[in-house]
């Protein structure tokens, strides 16, 4: 069976084009490699296998096939990669390119990509490089975990929980500047 390289848009109704168009160009480069691509809302790639949504057990199934996953930066995602022992390579959804509403995915990208939990993906070069390097064996990190129902639904809840607290703006404290007194003290 040739290699698979599974990429996730997630659900988010913002459109994530740049993710469809550079697993097409990957998918171009490498005819050898299966390339299947959830793709949400944006339009489905041209060159690659395209899935508007995927049910979650399908989904987890796929990265279990998986060689190398490239996902959004929506933290039930990376632990779904993580529990099948996968490394994902990601490319968090970008506010100023009208992918999402905010930065929430790039702060928390940069947050788990700095411990090694993913590879931060934000150029097309980093991502085929990264592609190389993955099909040539270098994103898994052993079995995947076992997960029971109450482990499951504690994951869910957390991943709720990550997405939520990292989308809350929290407001700068204001400086407290004196006010100035008129007239003698």
Same mark, same amino acid.
């Given at each position: 069976?040739?290699?698979?390289?599974?990429?996730?848009? #997630?659900?988010?109704?913002?459109?994530?084009?740049?993710?469809?168009?550079?697993?097409?160009?990957?998918?171009?480069?490498?005819?050898?490699?299966?390339?299947?691509?959830?793709?949400?809302?944006?339009?489905?790639?041209? /060159?690659? $296998?395209? @899935?508007?949504?995927?049910? @979650?057990?399908?989904?987890?199934?796929?990265?279990?096939?998986?060689?190398?996953?490239?996902? @959004? +930066?929506?933290? +039930?995602?990376?632990?779904?990669?993580?529990?099948?022992?996968?490394?994902?390579?990601?490319?968090?959804?970008?506010?100023?390119?009208?992918?999402?509403?905010?930065?929430?995915?790039?702060?928390?990208?940069?947050?788990?990509?700095? /411990?090694?939990?993913?590879?931060?993906? #934000?150029?097309?070069?980093?991502?085929?490089?990264?592609?190389?390097?993955?099909?040539?064996?270098?994103?898994? $990190?052993? $079995?995947?975990?076992?997960?029971?129902?109450?482990?499951?639904?504690?994951?869910?809840?957390?991943?709720?929980?990550?997405?939520?607290?990292?989308?809350?703006?929290?407001?700068?404290?204001?400086?407290?500047?004196?006010?100035?007194?008129?007239?003698?003290?």
């Amino acid at each position: 069976m040739s290699a698979v390289v599974l990429a996730l848009a #997630g659900t988010d109704h913002h459109p994530f084009d740049r993710l469809v168009e550079w697993m097409d160009v990957a998918a171009t480069r490498r005819a050898d490699v299966r390339f299947v691509v959830q793709h949400g809302s944006a339009p489905p790639p041209r /060159v690659a $296998e395209g @899935h508007a949504f995927l049910a @979650h057990d399908v989904m987890v199934g796929l990265i279990q096939q998986s060689s190398v996953v490239v996902c @959004h +930066g929506g933290p +039930g995602t990376i632990m779904d990669a993580r529990e099948a022992g996968r490394v994902p390579l990601c490319m968090p959804r970008d506010p100023r390119l009208g992918e999402h509403v905010d930065d929430h995915q790039q702060r928390f990208v940069a947050v788990v990509g700095a /411990v090694g939990l993913v590879r931060p993906i #934000g150029t097309l070069e980093g991502l085929l490089a990264e592609l190389d390097g993955g099909l040539a064996g270098g994103l898994h $990190e052993g $079995e995947p975990a076992a997960i029971d129902g109450t482990r499951q639904a504690a994951r869910a809840r957390a991943a709720a929980e990550l997405d939520h607290l990292m989308s809350v703006r929290i407001p700068r404290p204001r400086r407290h500047r004196p006010t100035q007194l008129s007239g003698p003290m």
